[in-house]
């Protein structure tokens, strides 16, 4: 028997949108639909790509390098656990993936969209998340949700425009693959995001059964 694929779902959001909360919860209503389901997370999901991660988020460097190990990461994460996970018909929840680079490397640090999109392209050609939740938030929200609770990190501590860039990077996404995207309101409180997710995730449970 033909084993169905699985469905790639990943999250995104400036940095204090509270999107991590939401990724265990949303890989266990999966597991009670009786889903397979990979939790995993970017930059990183491998050890080669968590050794990165440490890198890319603790050390200066040009915004070249930044963008390029951020796809080196990618790329071990593709090969050796989203396309044979997916090709296994397990469903993979992926915190962050390539929007992120267009957002935080394309936009925020002004690389630019055509350097980002010739990467992906190398790299994976013909994969796209099958769904996006973009957890949207006003800046001085984000921001207060972030500080306090640990040291920020090099991403964390950019200024105020670096992080509007990323965030109306992220909306132009979202408007140019509207059904791709879910944008939700991070405003909104646990309880009423929660809703919202399950309702997609059911939805998504559903045509995927019937495909
Ligand atoms: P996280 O805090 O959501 O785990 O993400 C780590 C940081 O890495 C976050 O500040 C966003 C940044 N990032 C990029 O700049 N480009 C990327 O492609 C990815 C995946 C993350």
């Not at 997370?41 to 390098?65: D, K, N, V």
């Not at 132009?172 to 309101?185: G, K, T």
Request: some cysteine; charged content about 25%.
């Amino acid at each position: 028997m033909k084993t169905t694929r699985g469905r790639f779902l990943t999250l995104e959001g400036v940095d204090g949108a509270g999107k991590s909360t939401h990724l265990e919860w949303a890989a266990e209503h999966l597991r009670q639909l009786g889903i397979p389901v990979l939790l995993t997370r970017e930059p990183g999901g491998t050890p080669l790509g968590e050794r990165l991660r440490e890198i890319l988020l603790s050390t200066p460097m040009a915004l070249e390098t930044e963008a390029l190990l951020m796809f080196a990461a990618r790329c071990e994460h593709l090969r050796t656990t989203i396309e044979p996970a997916l090709a296994q018909g397990t469903w993979v929840v992926c915190d962050r993936f390539t929007d992120a680079s267009f957002a935080y490397q394309g936009a925020g640090r002004e690389l630019g969209t055509a350097r980002i999109k010739a990467l992906q392209q190398w790299v994976h050609p013909n994969l796209q998340p099958d769904r996006t939740w973009l957890f949207d938030l006003d800046l001085g929200t984000a921001r207060q949700r972030m500080t306090g609770s640990r040291d920020l990190d090099r991403f964390e501590r950019e200024d105020a425009a670096f992080f509007t860039r990323t965030r109306g990077a992220y909306h132009q996404l979202a408007q140019n693959e509207p059904s791709r995207f879910l944008v939700i309101d991070a405003s909104q409180s646990i309880e009423a995001i929660r809703d919202e997710l399950g309702v997609d995730l059911d939805r998504l449970a559903r045509s995927s059964s019937i495909s």
